[in-house]
């Protein structure tokens, strides 16, 4: 069985969001990560390499894969 390429790492997720070069788009990212802690009142962290992520669960389905994954997120593209 394939593995998940999307894993969850220790990037800094306002580093990697100071990354994003369009100004309004780098705003709009720290708007949104602001209020989405504000909701969830969950841990950040990124996922993959454009993924934050906000808080996390363990999952198992009947076919017997099983693995870690976020609440809620958005993916960034950076350029």
């Not at 962290?45 to 198992?60: A, E, L, P, R």
Request: proline fraction near 1%; charged fraction near 30%.
């Amino acid at each position: 069985m394939a593995e998940l390429k999307t894993r969850r790492n220790n990037q800094n997720v306002r580093g990697f969001l100071n990354g994003i070069p369009d100004e309004r788009q780098r705003r709009d990212a720290f708007a949104l990560l602001d209020l989405m802690q504000k909701i969830t009142r969950a841990q950040l962290q990124m996922w993959g390499d454009s993924i934050v992520g906000f808080g996390s669960y363990h999952y198992k389905s009947e076919s017997g894969r099983e693995g870690d994954w976020f609440i809620t997120g958005n993916k960034y593209h950076r350029g």
